[in-house]
């Protein structure tokens, strides 16, 4: 369920209970996400594994009745990770790639994060018969048309990206932002 409405006002005890209490959610069609998954558990986050209709992880606010939260609030966002730049390239070619893009649409914020460096799609050093340029073109095209960006980042942190990035999303929403 995606809240569309105004959040309460919290005092700063309770949005801090409140983002103790912030759960990833995992797509449970996300492969190899392993080291993700380690993450999360040797930081104490809460995670969930449910299907979602876009992206491969989201979060939401678990019911807290105390605090006025009288169910589970799904907060409107996602991100789409890719393996590999060689893995973007393949999915970006496709027709369902788009199809998520649009999808994404209906979100308060897209993002997508590619395990990967920048240097590698600009060097063209990845698996792939895609020109280095015309995927980039490809991408950024994408970015301007449905309003996301992405992140390159190691796959040794993108565990933690993924955490704070939902993290500060879900307390934004919470602060009424």
Known sequence: MLITTPYAQFTTKELETLLRSV?????????SHEHIVHYLESKKI????IKLDTGDYSCMIPQNV????MRDMYIPV???RKNSIGELAQSIKSERFENELIRSQKLAHFHLV???SYENLIMGNYRSQYNPKALLGRLKSFETRYGFSTTFI???YVGNF?????YYLARNKLKGY
Do not use: A, M, N, W
């Not at 809460?46 to 594994?49: F, I």
């Not at 105390?66 to 939260?69: A, K, Q």
């Open 23 to 31: 759960t990833i959610l995992v797509d449970t069609r996300e492969q």
């Open 78 to 80: 996602s991100i789409e």
């Open 162 to 166: 993924i955490f704070h990035h939902l």
């Open 154 to 156: 190691p796959k040794s």
């Open 114 to 116: 590619v395990e990967d």
């Open 66 to 69: 105390e605090l006025g939260i």
């Open 46 to 49: 809460p995670y969930r594994q």
